[in-house]
């Protein structure tokens, strides 16, 4: 009899499992930075950026992913995938020292800078970043 | 005695295990496509991409991450981010019939499309995509 009731409410249990994960998945906020970085000062830049990213990974649970790539034609060309749990993750992120070093250190290296918030276009199908190692 | 030999092994495993690693990571072909949409064809557009993307991921190895993204205020502007595993599995995913009934069926609906060959600023950190489920 016991085990009867245990099955009756499963369904429920899965249910709600699955809307509160298809709750996690709206509140994601994604963006994409299209930079442009003076070349002369683009060594400099890429540590800024690199040690930024590391560092939020480290010590943000709410930085899910930074992915930065840079064109192998025009390598001052940068763009940074940026996914947040919400976004409450990235109200504290830009607030964090680690970002404000990096944003106050490379603002005289960045030429031009386009923020656009995105929708993914298949959300079932997230990605996952590897946390650095220590 | 036989333990000790282990452990002067152990040291020359690990370093290989890494170089392997490394390897397989300068293999991977990271790639940004930057496309914009004719407005009046972009749901069509949608539903072609969302299908080769599903399909790739659940019936390629080699392709590694297909993500893409729409911006909010122009969803028309879209990026997708590319990972193979090397080049080859990049010549073959073009070859597909999936890829080729989205790059035919689509052809219409593309206004412009940039494609660019990326670095990844930090390629330790890697990036994995869910699988699509049956």
């Given amino acids: 009899m016991h085990s ?7 369904p429920f249990l899965f249910a709600t499992a699955e809307q509160v994960s298809a709750q996690n998945e709206s509140k994601q906020m994604v963006r994409l930075a299209k ?16 040690e930024e990213i590391e ?3 480290k010590v ?10 840079a064109e192998k034609e025009r390598p001052t ?8 749990a919400d976004p409450e993750a990235y109200k ?9 070093k990096y944003k106050n250190g490379t ?7 386009e923020l656009s918030e995105v929708e993914p ?14």
Same sequence: chains 1, 2.
């Avoid at 009867?4 to 499963?10: E, G, M, Q, T, Y």
């Avoid at 070349?39 to 800024?48: D, G, W």
């Avoid at 060309?77 to 947040?84: Q, R």
């Avoid at 504290?92 to 404000?100: A, C, D, R």
Wanted: zero cysteines; a positive charge.
């Fill in 77 to 84: 060309h940068i763009t940074i995938l940026e996914i947040y």
């Fill in 60 to 69: 943000e649970s709410g930085v899910l992913t930074l992915y930065a790539v």
């Fill in 55 to 57: 560092t939020s990974l």
């Fill in 35 to 50: 930079l442009v970085i003076d070349s002369a000062q683009l060594k400099q830049y890429n540590a800024f950026l690199k």
């Fill in 92 to 100: 504290k992120h830009i607030q964090t020292p680690h970002f404000l």
């Fill in 121 to 134: 276009l298949t959300p079932a199908l997230k990605i996952k970043q590897s946390k650095p190692s220590n």
């Fill in 4 to 10: 009867l009731k245990w099955l009756a409410i499963f």
């Fill in 107 to 113: 603002k005289a290296m960045v030429k031009s800078l």
